[in-house]
């Protein structure tokens, strides 16, 4: 046997594990391509089969990266196999594909057969023991609506920050500014070149994958990144709450045509948790809401299980029985009102909020979004001087730290630093 084969095989093998790691660089990038565009929420199926992953086929006639064909990428033989089978059964048609590693499933969105409704559809395939999971592909929305202590911040509107204000970040700074912890940003994108976010964003993923182009112009998620960890003393714009701590930003949701409003479905946001859990991302910002889910819900389940805190926004209806508001173990937070806040749900400005737009510039925007970064932020704080602390202790900080300002109850920065600073030296 030729002595250049072995370590042939042990460079290619390697080759073949790098293609399944996620992107080192600050740059926008996409595992496979997901035609989001041809997506519809009111038609298509989300179904999820076994994916046994089987070592690499060594036999004749066979090569290194077994017989799974481009579409699938990421699936084994057993589940290219029975997706196959599974098609020819029922005669659907397949949009795109992904492997979730972490539930150990290969996923698909189809479409259903002409003449057969999805309704039909999904229970002929809820009584297929092949198949582990099959649901409708949902809809989800970001919540935004588009329209005083002393502080040494050289930023010129600093002072314009109302949230930034009214939590006191700036004396919370004294102790932290959320160096040493990463945020997961679950969104839309981010302007990568914004002057005022220049060093904080560390890997980026589009996995809505449509328009690359889109990812640096998108609004919301640039707005979200600038409220959590906008730079400081930059002599430029605004300052985070947490100016110091990086982002990871995951694009799953996506502006459509002649839509101000940003969406996001089940597969895309799944294949942004699923990214989410492979990395050390001790916070995720769930920006966003929508109707309860199978998937997202397992995904999500395994990030809280993992010790991740997971902040969500409170949907505009107040309800909390949807994806992600319902799950136990996720903090939620709605815009500041004079009216009680349902039971453990935190209050933070969310109303006229200054932050980052897409091209270098600066807006004010309104929404339980911006509330909900402000939260991301002043965990970010707190796990600065904590990096133990778990999700439940941040939640109960929080809301017995909360104080009034301009005559409604709030999170506020300076509070829960302090308090977690008494309950260190208590111990």
Known sequence: MNKAVPALLTVLLALGGCAATRPATPRAQSVAPTRTAA???????????????????????????????????????????????????????????????????????????????????????????????????????????????????????????????????ALAHEATQGDGVRVAVVDTGVDLKHPDLQGRIGDTRDEVGDDAAAFDKDHHGTEVAGIIAAVGDNHKGIVGIAPKASLNVYKACWYQPADSGAHCNSFTLAKALAAVIDTDARI????????????????????????????????????????????????????????????????????????????????????????????????????????????????????ESSKPANGLLQVNAEAAVEALRKQQARR
């Open 39 to 169: 997506m519809n929420s009111q038609r298509d199926i989300v179904l999820a089969v076994d994916n046994p992953l089987d070592p690499p086929s060594t036999h004749a006639g066979s090569s290194l990266l077994g017989y799974a064909p481009a579409a699938h990428y990421g699936a084994g033989q057993r589940a290219v196999s029975l997706l196959a089978s599974l098609r020819q059964r029922y005669g659907w048609h397949e949009l795109t594909g992904w492997p979730i590693k972490a539930l150990n499933v290969y996923c698909i969105v189809l479409e259903p057969p002409a003449g057969m409704s999805r309704d039909d559809l999904l229970k002929a395939l809820a009584s297929d023991h092949r198949v582990q999971l099959a649901q409708p592909l949902q809809d989800y929305s970001v919540y935004a609506d588009k329209d005083a202590p002393q502080h040494h911040y050289n930023d010129p509107y600093a002072d314009l920050q109302r949230g930034f204000v009214e939590t006191q970040a």
């Open 284 to 399: 995720v910002n769930l920006s966003l809401g929508g109707p309860a889910d199978p998937l997202l819900s397992r995904l999500l389940g395994q990030l809280l299980e993992q010790g991740r805190v997971v902040v969500a926004a409170m949907p505009p209806d107040g309800s909390l029985d949807g994806f992600p508001d319902a799950a136990p173990g996720v903090i939620v937070v709605r815009s500041s009102a004079s009216t009680p806040a349902p039971t453990g749900v935190l209050s933070a400005p969310g109303n006229d909020i200054l932050t980052t737009q897409p091209g270098g510039g600066y807006d004010f925007t309104s929404g339980s979004s911006m509330a909900t970064a402000h939260v991301s932020g002043i965990a970010a704080l707190l796990l600065s001087l904590s990096p133990k602390l778990d999700a439940r202790t941040v939640h109960q900080l929080l809301l």
